[in-house]
């Protein structure tokens, strides 16, 4: 369990940071990079629970998704060559068929596209959207991550499938896709 007692520790004051390892590294070290990412698609995911509205089901699985993104987190904070005294958090084959079962179950609901969709449409559809857009950078950090060193594979796959379900999901809160604001191509050229 956690325990925090203070919260500003003045360990950061000349621009490093603390891994899970006890490691100290610049804050702009790509590991920070991409687990500082995540952190921020976590904190878009909460704005995307003010935006709900009736949908309990998926408020759910938001819940879920921000402990899952906690444990990615800590995952990407944790290097897996460390010798460690405890056992390291890792994401698990298990939370991406997850993923893979809301995407599946959601997009039964939907008909094939025939456009892209421009982010938009109802507040919650377009907070999914955002979430998207930020879960794909994580997603790019953590492959440039694991091109420099080794990852968990699945903090990849976790990603990947994340980022899918947000679409699906946007599209869900868009009136199960009725209200896509599709794009025009080349709609406003001359």
């Given amino acids: 369990m956690v325990e ?3 919260i500003y520790t003045k360990g950061g004051d000349k621009g490093k940071t603390s891994l899970s390892t006890g490691t100290r590294v610049a804050k702009y070290d790509l590991r920070v990079e991409a687990y ?3 952190d921020e698609a976590n904190a ?3 704005m995307v629970r003010l935006t709900l509205g009736d949908w309990p089901n998926i408020d759910k699985i938001i819940a879920r998704l921000q ?3 906690f444990d990615l987190g800590a995952d990407l904070a944790t290097p897996l060559d460390a010798e460690l005294s405890f056992e390291p958090l890792r994401v698990t084959e298990g939370q991406v068929e997850k993923l893979e079962a809301d995407i599946d179950r959601y997009n039964a609901r939907l008909q094939p596209l025939t456009s892209f969709i421009l982010p938009g449409g109802s507040a919650a559809a377009t907070q999914f959207h955002l ?7 994580a997603e790019r950090l953590t492959v440039e991550l694991g091109d420099k060193v080794d990852i ?3 903090a990849i796959r976790y990603l990947n499938r994340l980022s899918d379900l ?6 869900i809160c ?3 896709g009725k209200s896509d604001v599709l794009w025009v191509p080349g709609a406003s050229r001359d």
């Fill in 44 to 46: 878009v995911l909460g």
């Fill in 152 to 154: 968990n594979p699945e």
């Fill in 4 to 6: 925090l007692t203070r």
């Fill in 174 to 176: 868009n009136d199960d």
């Fill in 166 to 171: 947000m679409f699906v999901l946007a599209r």
């Fill in 67 to 69: 402990n899952d993104m």
């Fill in 36 to 38: 500082g990412t995540v």
């Fill in 131 to 137: 979430s998207r857009t930020v879960v794909r950078r």
